[in-house]
């Protein structure tokens, strides 16, 4: 079984400034995808980013971006020139893409991440 | 942009009763989930159904529960008999087919279900 953790329970940071989310996972698989999902408060889950295994590059969508470390399985988001919008929980999740999940994602515990003016 | 939607926004029921949480998904999306999140806690896999039979469920997925596809457009969740520790919050997702990359999940925006 995967398992997600996310080791910081809540963060904060600047208008305009870099914040860095973590997230660990364990995995006997080699070939997953992780995500990063955003749920402000209405509480919907939003798709960030995401990451595929087998690629070495880090994702990067526009502010958000990644560093994938697979051998230390390690999984940060960073968000540049946060904004205030950015405030949210935000979720680590992983996918199994070699097993027989039909889809199942594994989340981690979240961050809030306040993002104050 | 399609979007799964979800009724009703907010259920409360009485311990022991029946309720019934509704979902349509995206109308070309062929996979469908439930996961629910206890308040301050992580989302949770409950199920996902394909084909018109469950693929695969989580140890939380007991007998209490059942999922249903009654027509072409609704995707439903049953729980039998709540009790107070099914109060959470509970989303429904939709992809084309079971995994990334293209095929993300695209999740609704949940219903709040408090058991009193």
């Known amino acids: 079984a995967q398992t997600v953790t996310q080791s910081q329970p809540e963060m904060s940071v600047q208008e305009a400034e870099t914040v860095t989310l973590s997230c660990t996972y364990d995995?006997?698989?080699?070939?997953?995808?992780l995500f990063w999902y955003k749920q402000p408060p209405s509480r919907q889950m939003i798709l960030v980013i995401r990451q595929e295994a087998y690629k070495q590059q880090n994702a990067t969508e526009n502010r958000f971006s990644v560093n994938f470390q697979k051998a230390a399985k390690s999984f940060s988001l960073k968000i540049s020139d946060s904004q205030l919008g950015d405030t949210a929980m935000y979720f680590c999740?992983?996918?199994?893409?070699?097993?027989?999940?039909?889809?199942?994602?594994?989340f981690g515990q979240g961050t809030i991440l306040t993002v104050h003016p | 942009e399609p979007e799964v939607t979800q009724t009703p926004s907010h259920q409360v029921t009485q311990m022991g009763q029946e309720v019934i949480l509704r979902c349509v998904p995206i109308s070309n999306h062929l996979y469908f989930y439930w996961y629910r999140q206890i308040l301050g806690q992580k989302v949770e896999f409950l199920v996902s159904?394909?084909?018109?039979?469950?693929?695969?469920k989580s140890e939380i997925f007991d007998d209490q529960f059942s999922v249903e596809r009654p027509d072409g457009s609704n995707f439903t969740l049953k729980i039998r008999s709540t009790k107070l520790e099914d109060s959470a919050m509970y989303f429904c997702a939709s992809s084309e087919i079971g995994g990334p990359p293209s095929h993300e999940q695209y999740f609704g925006p949940g219903t709040r279900l408090t058991v009193t």
């Open positions: 999740a992983f996918f199994n893409a070699g097993g027989t999940s039909y889809g199942k994602l594994t």
């Open positions: 995995t006997s698989e080699s070939n997953y995808y």
């Open positions: 159904f394909y084909n018109n039979e469950i693929s695969e």
